[in-house]
């Protein structure tokens, strides 16, 4: 072989050995920082981070057979010196058994997979645990989502949506106390009773907070009507309701005599009246169809005690001492046409829901007087439209690991709200748990 040819084969060997090194260093490799995850009973996401151990690049995706397992994203681009990461969340109302083992897998478009073991330590409970006290709670009937205020560390309204099964959390900037929904569904507004003395102004459809607005006055209660308009009811300040503008935050004051304070007000159903408890059992009704409200009239006849609901087709009130005013709204003056009673074994009314589709009435009853953030009674009774008690819903316990325990324990719920959906398929029960209550809430929802 002469010299000639043996530098052209040593050249092609060069060539062959850094074409070789090159594919190498181009080729990409999945690195998944976890293989291996454990979720206490409070944990409910984790984070995965991808790196490319190579110099070139894939795509990836991530999967999982099972329904209680969701993704920040699904997929990204993974290169060099790039990583990539995604969580991994539980869907804790859809694993109703004792704790599993599951996995995910994530894979590349160079054919490289990893899998991920995941151990998920769960309570063989159906609810959706919620992890902060409940201040208020209202329901959006409009688009089916439950409205929930919050003061834990701070202070924020949260929205469960039913139909997408999934919270949205809108922070607010002052502490709050009352909440009240509009009839449709565009706004809530919420409102404190101490001396920060302001409306917060919540847009639903655009799942943001749209401004906080000063007014004179503590809030003992507020309501929230179709339009522009909502109407507070303060508290220590005696014979006045307040308007609010929330195109402007103008607040306006008026006075009408004896109706006391500390009023308790709801919206009736026909949009034109709001109805209010005040004190000495009095029953007031205000006429808002115009810019400036009106008192209808007030009266101490009825057994009020400071408390009331309306029935979704506007001919009742209920009162906390289980009577029923039948009343025709139409009428001019005072319109309550006859008294009944509510039976049952408590001696109190704690909260009432009515499923007008269904025409039937979700009763929460309670015999603690000077019940504030629940009932203290661990089920729903369900009554007709005669008001014949036909059913029983027994709310289910909580469950928890307790400080020196390997197992977990069960305490019992207490109710604290009862909403029906728009359809009347779901009952949706808000209940608080009797053990170190303030932070153990629960949302409970009985498929009709």
């Not at 906080?212 to 006045?240: H, L, Q, T």
């Not at 003056?333 to 829901?353: H, K, N």
């Not at 008690?389 to 928890?400: G, Q």
Request: charged share 20%.
């Amino acid at each position: 072989m002469t010299t000639k040819n043996l530098s052209i084969i040593v050249i092609i060997a060069l060539v062959i050995q850094f074409s070789s090194c090159k594919k190498q260093e181009d080729e990409a490799g999945l690195y998944v920082s976890k293989n291996k995850i454990e979720f206490d009973y409070d944990e409910n996401s984790a984070k995965v981070y991808i790196s490319n151990i190579g110099s070139g690049e894939f795509s990836w995706n991530v999967s999982s057979i099972d329904d209680y397992i969701y993704f920040s994203k699904n997929s990204g681009t993974c290169s060099k010196n790039t990583p990539d990461k995604f969580d991994i969340n539980i869907q804790r109302n859809k694993i109703n058994e004792d704790s599993i083992s599951t996995s995910v897998t994530v894979t590349t478009n160079t054919g490289e997979s990893q899998v991920i073991s995941l151990f998920i330590l769960s309570f063989p409970e159906k609810k959706i645990r919620i992890n902060y006290n409940v201040t208020d709670a209202e329901y959006d009937y409009i688009n089916d989502r439950l409205v929930l205020l919050s003061d834990s560390y701070s202070f924020f309204v949260e929205i469960y949506d039913l139909n997408e099964n999934k919270f949205h959390r809108i922070d607010l900037g002052q502490y709050v106390t009352s909440l009240s929904v509009s009839p449709d569904g565009n706004y809530a507004i919420a409102g404190v009773g101490s001396s920060n003395e302001y409306i917060s102004y919540i847009n639903l459809a655009d799942l943001k907070l749209n401004g906080e607005f000063g007014i004179s006055g503590d809030v003992n209660d507020i309501v929230a009507v179709p339009g522009i308009m909502s109407y507070i009811f303060p508290r220590y300040s005696y014979n006045e309701i307040g308007q609010l503008n929330l195109t402007n935050g103008n607040y306006s004051i008026y006075q009408f005599d004896q109706i006391g304070d500390d009023l308790i007000a709801k919206l009736h159903s026909s949009g034109l009246y709001i109805y209010a408890a005040g004190e000495y059992s009095k029953l007031i009704k205000f006429d808002i169809s115009s810019t400036v409200p009106q008192m209808v009239y007030n009266t101490s006849s009825y057994d009020m005690d400071n408390k009331l609901w309306l029935s979704k087709d506007g001919t009742k009130i209920f009162t906390k001492n289980k009577e029923i005013l039948h009343i025709n709204p139409a009428l001019p003056g005072e319109d309550v046409t006859d008294v009944s009673d509510l039976t049952f074994t408590d001696d109190y009314l704690y909260f009432i829901e009515q499923s007008s589709l269904l025409d039937e009435y979700y009763l929460i009853t309670t015999d603690n007087y000077y019940s504030y953030h629940s009932s203290e009674s661990d089920k729903i009774l369900i009554y007709n439209n005669n008001f014949t008690h036909i059913n029983t819903i027994n709310l289910e316990k909580f469950y928890y690991i307790k400080q020196g325990q390997n197992v977990y324990s069960q305490d019992e719920a207490s109710a604290a709200y009862v909403f029906s959906s728009s359809d009347g398929s779901k009952i949706i029960i808000i209940s608080m748990s009797d053990y170190n209550y303030y932070d153990n809430w629960g949302i409970e929802i009985i498929e009709k």
